[in-house]
């Protein structure tokens, strides 16, 4: 492939432990720990076949998950020890909350930001489009909550269900993220919207829909597409972001 995407324009460890208790519906304050550690490495080896470059905040987080994992195992003598031992997951609970308290009145300062836009003189830039691409990040993007972890989820379904022929590819594919960038945006500027799923039918290759998923990011993380789901599992569909006109 010409390029990495990275992964430090999209989220962090943190994001994804938040998004995986709220996936399993569990008590923040009593992790299943065996069950989240299984899931975060599964996404782990998901962005390690995306060729996505993982941080070592990733790596670390996944070393702290396996670290309280095998303290929760090891058995305790005694009721009394049972009674006074400190749970191994508290600094881990406390840190997730703290996160998810900073990243909520982030939400609420940038809500405020934008109603203030409306009411107070704010110098106008010299080029607009390019004011917001430089600011602007992915999550301030989204409709209905919506994160990088949803478009992965999203993306893992389609993989399970396609062949595996890494093995078996003879000839190589040479198609680049770039050549299936631009076959996105002319799909949108012919059709307006289109559905996640859409882009990955089950008779391609795995090899393809990667490049494909890759091309995607890549143009989210440019501010020149965006995505929303209608309903909390409804199919999430593509939109062209304002920045783009169609007729080019």
Known sequence: ???????????????????????????????????????????????????????????????????IKSKMLLPRRSEEEEDEAVDPREELVQRLLEYRQFKEAAGVLNAHQDRSADVFYHPPAENVDEDLN????????LVGNLNLWDLLQAFKFTLDRARDDFDRTVERETLSIEDRMD??????????????????QEDLSRSFLIVTFLALLELIRQNRVVFEQTDTLGEIWLTLSDSVNPST
């Open 134 to 141: 430089g600011v602007e990040t992915l999550d301030t993007r």
């Open 1 to 67: 492939m010409a390029y990495q995407v990275r992964l430090e324009h999209f989220e962090g460890p943190l994001d994804l432990l938040l998004y995986l208790i709220r996936e399993h519906e569990v008590d923040i304050y009593d992790i299943p720990i065996s069950l989240v550690t299984q899931q975060y490495l599964q996404y782990l080896e998901l962005l390690k076949l995306l060729d996505l470059e993982v941080g070592s905040e990733y790596l670390l987080m996944a070393a702290t998950l396996l670290r």
């Open 183 to 200: 076959d996105i945006l002319d799909n949108l500027k012919k059709q307006k919207n289109l559905f996640f799923s859409s882009l990955f």
